[in-house]
């Protein structure tokens, strides 16, 4: 069936390196995605969206891309910090009210 | 402003009991999204409310999971005879229809023992 995907359930990295974080999405139609950080307790929070007429979009320290040839999305996150540490989700949205969101991938970052 | 609030934060109940689940929304926002995330997994769709529109329930697992939302705001999911493949941390998202980026709650931890 359709559904959004991470290529790696957890990604470590060192304080101030950049961090890069993936996700697969199968439906070709999806016209807009999201990336969602969760930290321990809480709900996601909203980071960066990007429009499929889009292949990359910048926020602060954050920076999305998408290949649509590859049905790709990444994260990249700049100067990593501690408080980075988190779980990030994809979720891709069809123009409907449905939201689908991947598995997510915890980021540790290392002191 | 205030934020998608819900209740209770933590909830142990015993097999086969019922628990009720709350969700204040963000006032104003006319749409009601529940999730459901089991220990380290994605967010599970459960039903989706909009305005005064009938719900799409299409992601409830069984007939022992209800949701309601009275006046446009507040709802309340409710799940009877609650078993232990029950036990997740259950969200609440709200929004304004047409946005995509949804508002989520902290999450209710239900444990089923």
């Known amino acids: 069936g359709e559904s959004v995907g991470l290529h790696l359930p957890t990604l470590s990295v060192q304080e101030g390196d950049n961090s890069i974080i993936n996700c697969a999405y199968s439906n070709s139609a999806s016209d807009y995605f999201i990336w969602y950080k969760q930290e321990s307790g809480k709900g996601p929070q909203f980071i960066i969206d990007?429009?499929?007429?889009?292949d990359k979009r910048q926020g602060q320290r954050v920076t999305v891309l998408l290949n649509k040839t590859v049905k790709h999305l990444s994260l990249q996150i700049a100067a990593t910090q501690p408080g980075d540490s988190a779980v990030y989700f994809c979720?891709?949205?069809?123009?409907?009210?449905?939201?689908?969101f991947g598995a997510g991938t915890r980021l540790f970052v290392k002191a | 402003g205030a934020g998608v609030s819900q209740s209770p934060s933590n909830k142990v109940t015993e097999k086969g009991k019922d628990v009720e689940l709350r969700c204040d929304p963000i006032s104003g926002h006319t749409a009601l999204y529940w999730y459901r995330q089991s220990l380290g997994q994605g967010l599970e769709f459960l039903i989706y409310f909009q305005g005064n529109s009938a719900p799409d329930k299409s992601g409830l697992p069984s007939d022992r999971f209800s949701a309601e939302r009275t006046g446009g705001s507040v709802s309340t999911l409710t799940i009877q005879r609650t078993q232990q493949e029950d036990s997740a941390v259950y969200l609440c998202?709200?929004?304004?229809?047409?946005?995509?980026?949804?508002?989520f709650g902290p999450g209710t931890r239900l444990t089923v023992t």
């Open positions: 998202a709200s929004n304004n229809g047409g946005q995509y980026e949804q508002y």
């Open positions: 979720a891709e949205n069809t123009g409907g009210f449905k939201t689908i």
């Open positions: 990007i429009r499929s007429n889009m």
